[in-house]
């Protein structure tokens, strides 16, 4: 199999390009500012390219800056964007937080993660418009960014374009009551994917790459026995289904620490307090899997999901960024939710578990209970 390197050692016509922040009138000021509703244009280029690298990094008073921002990136003058995610999401920060994820495509580096960064290549064959706009109540007060792009004569006919989606979704049990592992009864059966979480669905010919996942569980119940569900070119079944949240992010056995590959793995988990798992898996995790050696590939559509718990019995707080590449722009996303909707829910912590013992306490009558007297 060829190295990444090999490309370095072939000629190209290309000519490299940048659209960055740097102070036009030579000083130190390298960044720009946006107001509170206000679209700021990063770049907008005309002609054939590829846009090689994306860097970004910001200040604003508004502690969820990451949610408020939302990116968009438009190519060749379609109308509607083929890239819409809030800012962190997109570069592998959950819940508008800060935090080091470093993966092949993406990262979010040092300092504590400040520095968002992107290497997907993001083809264009008439022109391109890279946009953020700003849809908190607080300016963005310093905005530093790269465009880093490469000026072609043409694109070969089978380049496909780039796609993100943001998606988002409070999950609600399929049935009276949340159950896994047979814990409260039988368990269900899930005879398809209409109740799954939906990680993205498009028409036309390309292939998945990918996909962010972010899990913020209010129980303490493991979230991760939901499988993931691929169905390609109008498939009624799916073709391509998982075992297990975990499984399909390449690793096992309900994990719940920080791993980082260059394809996979986990950037965020609640860390359990010891190695009973005291407060279960209560808390935000956040998982990426990127399909560079394995694409699934689609011709005429893809659907793709995954379950929220087994067969979608659990109450969880989802967001996803799906990326993907296509012959053509997809056709125009659902409208993203406002920043209002968008804004993380609080964590549940020990006062809300000692809530629920002394509820669980009070409907026994209140007589001596350890708490495993079912």
Same mark, same amino acid.
């Given at each position: 199999?060829?190295?990444?390197?090999?490309?370095?050692?072939?000629?190209s016509?290309?000519?490299?390009?940048?659209?960055?922040? =740097? !102070?036009?009138?030579?000083?130190?000021?390298? #960044?720009?500012?946006?107001?509170?509703?206000?679209? *700021?244009?990063?770049? !907008?280029?005309?002609?054939?390219?590829?846009?090689?690298?994306?860097?970004?990094?910001?200040? %604003?008073?508004?502690?969820?800056s990451?949610?408020?921002?939302?990116?968009?990136? =438009?190519?060749?003058?379609?109308?509607h964007?083929?890239?819409e %995610?809030?800012?962190?999401?997109f570069?592998?920060?959950?819940?508008?937080?800060?935090?080091?994820? #470093?993966?092949?495509?993406?990262?979010?580096?040092?300092?504590?993660?400040?520095?968002?960064? #992107?290497?997907?290549?993001?083809? =264009?064959?008439?022109?391109?418009?890279?946009?953020?706009?700003?849809?908190?109540?607080?300016?963005?007060? /310093?905005?530093?960014?790269?465009?880093?792009?490469?000026?072609?004569?043409?694109?070969?006919?089978e380049?496909a374009?780039f +796609?993100?989606?943001?998606?988002?979704?409070?999950?609600?049990? !399929?049935? &009276?009551?949340?159950?896994? @592992?047979g814990?409260?009864?039988?368990?269900?059966?899930?005879?398809?994917?209409?109740?799954?979480?939906?990680?993205?669905?498009?028409?036309?010919?390309?292939?998945?790459?990918?996909?962010?996942? *972010?899990? +913020?569980?209010?129980?303490?119940? @493991?979230?991760? &026995?939901?499988?993931?569900? =691929?169905?390609?070119?109008?498939?009624? @079944?799916?073709?391509? +289904?998982?075992?297990?949240t975990e499984?399909?992010?390449?690793?096992?056995?309900?994990?719940?620490?920080? *791993?980082?590959?260059?394809?996979f793995?986990?950037?965020? /988990?609640?860390?359990? &307090?010891? %190695?009973?798992?005291?407060?279960?898996?209560?808390?935000?995790?956040?998982?990426?899997?990127?399909?560079?050696?394995?694409?699934?590939r689609?011709?005429? %559509?893809?659907?793709?999901?995954?379950e +929220?718990?087994?067969?979608?019995?659990?109450?969880?707080?989802?967001?996803?960024?799906?990326?993907?590449y296509?012959?053509?722009p997809?056709?125009?996303f659902?409208?993203?939710?406002?920043?209002?909707?968008?804004?993380?829910?609080?964590?549940?912590?020990v006062?809300?578990?000692?809530?629920?013992? !002394?509820?669980?306490?009070?409907?026994?009558?209140?007589?001596?209970?350890?708490?495993n007297?079912?």
């Open positions: 199999m060829p190295s990444p390197l090999d490309c370095l050692t072939r000629l016509p290309a000519r490299t390009r940048r659209c960055s922040s =740097f !102070d036009r009138s030579g000083g130190n000021r390298d #960044s720009v500012q946006i107001e509170p509703g206000a679209t *700021y244009i990063l770049a !907008d280029l005309t002609g054939s390219g590829v846009i090689r690298h994306l860097w970004i990094t910001l200040s %604003s008073p508004d502690l969820l990451r949610r408020s921002l939302v990116l968009r990136c =438009f190519w060749d003058g379609c109308e964007p083929s890239v %995610s809030p800012l962190g999401d570069f592998g920060q959950g819940w508008g937080e800060k935090y080091d994820f #470093s993966s092949l495509p993406l990262a979010a580096a040092p300092k504590e993660g400040h520095a968002l960064v #992107s290497y997907w290549p993001m083809p =264009f064959r008439s022109g391109a418009r890279i946009e953020i706009e700003n849809q908190s109540q607080h300016p963005v007060e /310093a905005l530093y960014y790269y465009v880093d792009y490469e000026e072609l004569g043409s694109l070969p006919p380049t374009l +796609h993100a989606w943001y998606n988002q979704e409070l999950t609600v049990p !399929d049935g &009276e009551r949340e159950n896994e @592992w814990i409260l009864g039988t368990e269900a059966k899930n005879q398809g994917d209409a109740g799954n979480y939906l990680l993205v669905e498009t028409l036309g010919q390309g292939h998945f790459a990918g996909v962010n996942l *972010y899990v +913020h569980s209010p129980g303490p119940m @493991w979230y991760g &026995e939901g499988d993931d569900m =691929f169905l390609v070119d109008g498939e009624a @079944w799916p073709g391509i +289904h998982g075992t297990g499984d399909y992010f390449n690793m096992s056995w309900c994990p719940d620490t920080l *791993y980082h590959h260059p394809y793995g986990c950037a965020r /988990a609640p860390g359990r &307090e010891n %190695s009973s798992g005291r407060f279960g898996w209560i808390g935000k995790t956040h998982l990426y899997r990127f399909h560079i050696e394995d694409p699934i689609f011709q005429r %559509s893809l659907r793709a999901s995954i +929220h718990g087994h067969a979608n019995r659990l109450t969880l707080e989802v967001a996803s960024v799906a990326y993907w296509q012959d053509r997809a056709p125009r659902p409208a993203l939710p406002d920043r209002d909707a968008r804004m993380p829910r609080p964590e549940i912590g006062v809300e578990v000692h809530r629920w013992r !002394d509820a669980w306490r009070a409907s026994k009558g209140n007589a001596p209970l350890w708490g007297e079912g």
